[in-house]
């Protein structure tokens, strides 16, 4: 059984850093593409950024090139996502995700709660 369990959200003011962290487990790490996810109040869940399994290239949303940088460290079983230059329009809460190519995105974690107050 996959389990994948965020880590690292909280609150903090426009302009500064968190990162997450997913630990995952139940799977062969190395073979999934991981990525994370977001969903802000009212609003529908949105791709933040990926990054695959085999050459470990990453891939972001618009939104957040240049701000954020996703990683991985196959040897722990966990994907990171640094987060810097924080924006109010970047809270929600940001989901880890696990696919593991040609199949979609099945496999989800519970969540972390990001707030950024101006």
């Known amino acids: 059984q996959v389990q994948l369990v965020e880590s690292g959200g909280g609150l903090v003011q426009a302009g500064g850093s968190l990162r997450l962290s997913c630990a995952a487990s139940?799977?062969?790490?190395?073979?999934?593409?991981m990525g994370w996810f977001r969903q802000a109040p009212g609003k529908e869940r949105v791709f933040v950024a990926t990054?695959?399994?085999?050459?470990?290239?990453?891939t972001y949303a618009d939104s957040v090139k240049g701000r954020f940088t996703i990683s991985r460290d196959n040897a722990k079983n966990t994907v990171y996502l640094q987060m810097n230059s924080l924006k109010p329009d970047d809270t929600a809460v940001y989901t880890c995700?696990?696919?593991?190519?040609?199949?979609?995105?099945?496999?989800w974690g519970q969540g972390t709660q990001v707030t950024v107050s101006s």
């Open positions: 995700a696990a696919r593991r190519p040609p199949a979609r995105w099945s496999n």
């Open positions: 990054i695959s399994w085999n050459d470990g290239y990453p």
């Open positions: 139940g799977l062969t790490f190395s073979t999934y593409t």
